[in-house]
Nanobody, 117 residues
């Protein structure tokens, strides 16, 4: 089975930056679409950014212009750089992967990002 593991979360002051990492294991094939989602307390999980194996990216409006999603040199790795962090960015960030547009979804356990002074 496919396992995704996130890392890089933590506590950061407003205006700071973080780089989240996700490594997928257990697959002999490349994951077609990888991305990041986040869920704040009391709110629904929402899209942050996605990237296809071909390098096409998609960003949600709240992070557009200050975030960069990228795939690593290693197979099935993905990163999320987010700058100018705001308190409203506080959430658990989840790595997501799909082998096709119809799923199924594979999810990591999440990494906590807390933006606070």
């Amino acid at each position: 089975q496919v396992q995704l593991v996130e890392s890089g979360g933590g506590l950061v002051q407003p205006g700071g930056s973080l780089r989240l990492s996700c490594v997928a294991s257990g697959s002999t094939r490349s994951i077609a679409i990888m991305g990041w989602y986040r869920q704040a307390p009391g709110k629904q999980r929402e899209l942050v950014a996605t990237i296809t194996i071909g390098g096409r990216t998609n960003y949600a409006d709240p992070v557009k212009g200050r975030s960069t999603i990228s795939r690593g040199n290693a197979k099935n790795t993905v990163y999320l750089q987010i700058n100018s962090l705001k308190p409203e960015d506080t959430a658990v960030y989840y790595c997501n992967g799909r082998f096709s547009a119809v799923g199924p979804d594979y999810w990591g356990q999440g990494t906590q990002v807390t933006v606070s002074s």
